[in-house]
């Protein structure tokens, strides 16, 4: 890696005075400076300097070891304490003239980066110029905020991401197989009841009272089965989510093409809108331009993976050690997703309903937690829904949702993805996840114990629409066929609404 700064540091007087000062001092203490810390014969170097009168032109070049930027970074406070102290000069302002940075590469990286002018590929080398100089965005207080190291992290994991590391996939535990007496589409069955409408919206259902009461049922034995044995307490978390929370938990990150984008009104004056009001009532159609120029940018999305939300709640708190561990959960409304389009049954929706379970405390018993509740799932889909099912461990939930794969490189964190197959077309589809998520939340939200113990926490999503595709898709509609136990959670099946 190579860098090259040019920077005119703009002082409070003519420093002609100051000259052979300033000689002594670029030309050596300046260079033990920016040298400290690097392998000998590494770091950086000042290749040209001048002083002329309150302008001092720098132009710093360096390798990976001090790179240039934090070279100067580390020479403003040496040089402001000689010129203050004998010649009462200070530096007013740091502008950047020219800064590039070369990168050792197989390949080119061709995205619009920010704060990057221009980016070239040449002879093994990714040179970018970033965008200084009078016209340009980067300057002293993006040097002070580490963007051009953003960058360089940027293009890294970008140049890794050609290498195509795909999403982890470890099979964990597979039930015995099963003879299944159903072999047919689930939701074209459920359709073709009554159980079941499509909504207006893309990948979004209106569920009848039977496909209601069999999503009451599952909820009930998870209430039944692991909430109430396990001491969780019901929250509802919010289900619109500002930046600010996604900023926190990561997800501002990568989410954006699966986001359903939320906008207020730029005001809530009726004369404002009135426009609008009128252009329907006359045209009998949504003036979606005029609309679109009278709604704000957006403030954030509809929920997205649920437990983000309650940490809002404990932000910048500290938790009393004998409280922990703290268990909770929320069913208090849905999830959104913007799924690939096509046509799907209801195993994959843009609008869904989950349970989602959070607990937090330390290391041993957040880990403990994920156990018991695994035993209890294992209970409830061998002994209640009688399905066919495998445990997979993947590519942790929290960092898919920000673009990433492969594994957490944190000693127990992770995320085990619950799979039934759907015997119609032999596919797994997932039902719903388990993970441990370390000190992910509890640090992106600054959640502290009392004890100054790492707190830890771990979250798990039971799908209902994922729960319905299996276990329909495995036993059928028919109530008859179904299992004894969940016959007795299910009892009787509500009336439909008939129509002609
Ligand atoms: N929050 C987790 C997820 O979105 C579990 O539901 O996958
Ligand atoms: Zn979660």
Redesign the pocket.
Known sequence: MKFNLEVYLNLSADANLAQNVLNEFFNNEANIIIQKGAPAGHGAKIIEYNVNKNIIKLVIESDQYVRAHDALLRLRKPLASIMGKEFKIGIRQINIEKFTIEIESEKPVNNKIPYVKNISFKDGIIKLELDAGTSGTLGQSELENRIPDRIINLIEEKLEDYGGKSEHWELLWESAPKSFNFDKDPTKEMMKEGWIKRGYNRGQWIYGPEATHLFRTFEKIVLKEVIEPLGYSEMIFPKLVPWEVWMKSGHAQGVYPEIYYVCPPKTRDPEYWEEVIDHYKVSQEIPLEIIKDKIDLPIGGMC?????SFWGFLNKTTLPTDELPIKVFDRSGT?HRYESGGIHGIERVDEFH?I?LVWLGSKEQTLEQAEKLKARYKFIFEEILEIQWRKAWVTP??MA?EGKSGLADMEGAG?VDYEAIMPYNDNWIEI??L?VNAEKYTKGFNVKSQNQEPLWSG???V?LERWASAFISQHGLNPENWPEKFKKYFGEMPKGIQTL
């Not at 997205?304 to 983000?308: G, K």
């Open positions: 997205y993976a649920q437990c983000p999830s989950r989602e939930w929290f949702q995320t719903q996840n993970s979250c798990s999503g799908g």
